[in-house]
């Protein structure tokens, strides 16, 4: 069995992914193809790779590097199944474009990976490279599986399974934690281990539709007082998605900082009440960035000196969809498909993120029925944005890069039309400038 991840210079984060195959006896006699275009960043990974290998997977699996575009289809020549954890662009300059050039019109953001400006921006770079990929896959592994967690999860996943033909699925880290977070958050730890939940919606912004305890006992109710009771209270980090409990009834999967710029209730011009109140971290995406370069070069050194290299198994999907797909032991995952009807009140091509069954048979996503009316609005605030983005890119039409930032209800919310035509071209222009053109005219 062959496993390729691409972009394994995200050193980190391959930990974890490949550690967890390394703990599955039907995956660590793998061969783990690793694959960047970062040379330095591709040898850390791999002596961290090879040192957990020796540590506590009696040396079972094989570990090949492959730098560069040149090497690529040999990096993915006859996988079973390829990993994408790549960023376009990375912090600079990509990241800084994103944020500073909207700055110059007033749009603030706090993440911009998923939806508004920086949203749409990282999937027009983006996409282009994932296409490429695709080729490739369909030419020297037609047979495998993409497993995405590169965001924007739903325009790339969109994009991907609408305009390609490989068998992929989008991957986030949030829908298994949903239940367990507001749990805690609220105080009703002994109910962490003790209940079932229903997650439907779209990626970044799935709805926890049904919360029991395993006797069937609806949790709901007391989560929704306790949130009220929290959010009036005390200030604390999360409060605009305790603000959608309050105002729409349910939480959501995605932190408050990304939801805070999924819609126009919290950023407004001239509104520092609101960023007060809610408790918004503007600029927070390129804080982290600044932090995590910084905090690497610790880890790293660390890593290579052999420290750190024990793990115990993750949340993360990717081990656990090999794993049922090769044993066919079913597992089911929240995992990111074209809707095709399985939320019936949203758009038929959408990208969902949607209980699936996970078997030797592949990825079955499962039917949900109608979302509650209000979720469904929320969420089609986002396809819009989301489709056309996809539209642009499969097209190369600059216009429909206009209006998908104009229906971007953030967006929409801070700038005029024709100062979001003069945006769009600054950062198409800036973009390709910098060296990394988009998949747009």
């Not at 700055?103 to 953001?109: A, D, I, V």
Request: glycine share 8%.
């Amino acid at each position: 069995m062959k496993i390729t991840f691409m972009g394994a210079g995200s050193t980190a984060f391959l930990k974890n992914v490949l550690g967890d195959a390394m703990l599955c006896p039907s995956l660590q006699n793998a061969e783990f193809a690793l694959y960047d275009i970062d040379a330095q960043r591709l040898k850390d990974s791999q002596l961290v790779i090879e040192a957990m290998n020796h540590s506590f997977n009696e040396d079972r699996a094989k570990v090949v590097s492959y730098l560069g575009v040149e090497n690529r289809k040999n990096a993915l020549r006859g996988a079973d199944f390829v990993i994408c954890a790549i960023q376009v662009g990375g912090y600079e300059p990509c990241t800084v474009i994103d944020f500073e050039i909207p700055k110059k019109y007033g749009l603030r953001q706090t993440i911009g990976d998923t939806l508004g400006i920086g949203g749409i921006f990282r999937a027009l770079r983006t996409i282009p490279v994932l296409r490429d990929f695709a080729a490739d896959m369909e030419e020297v592994c037609p047979d495998a599986w993409l497993l995405n967690y590169t965001n924007p999860m739903a325009m790339l996943t969109g994009y991907l399974q609408r305009h390609t033909g490989i068998k992929m699925i989008g991957l986030c880290h949030s829908v298994q934690v949903c239940a367990t977070s507001i749990l805690h958050k609220v105080g009703m730890d002994e109910y962490a281990d003790n209940h079932i939940a229903q997650i439907a919606g779209i990626n970044h912004m799935a709805w926890l539709l049904k919360l029991t305890d395993k006797q069937g006992n609806d949790l709901y109710p007391e989560v929704r007082r306790r949130a009220k009771e929290k959010g009036a209270t005390m200030k604390h980090k999360d409060m605009v998605r305790f603000d959608y409990i309050d105002k729409l009834g349910y939480f959501c999967t995605e932190s408050s900082e990304h939801n805070a710029e999924y819609n126009p209730f919290y950023i407004k011009p001239g509104r520092e009440d609101l960023i007060e109140k809610f408790n918004i971290p503007l600029d927070e995406y390129p804080r982290r960035c600044i932090n995590q370069i910084e905090a690497w070069v610790e880890r790293r050194e660390k890593l290579l000196s052999g420290e750190g290299l024990e793990h115990e198994r993750s949340k993360e999907y990717a081990s656990r969809i090999m794993e049922a797909m090769v044993t066919n032991v079913p597992y089911t995952i929240g995992g990111n498909v074209i809707n095709n009807g399985l939320i019936s009140n949203l758009p038929k091509e959408a990208c969902v993120e949607v209980p699936c069954l996970v078997d030797a048979n592949g990825i079955t996503p499962c039917y949900v029925g109608e979302l509650p009316l209000q979720l469904a609005a929320m969420n089609s605030s986002n396809i819009y944005p989301q489709l056309l983005t996809i539209e642009a890119a499969y097209t190369g039409k600059r216009e429909i890069v206009y209006q998908a930032a104009m229906m971007d209800p953030h967006t929409g919310a801070e700038l005029s039309t024709d100062e979001i035509v003069a945006l769009c071209d600054e950062l198409i222009d800036a973009h390709t400038a910098a060296g990394f053109p988009l998949a747009v005219n």
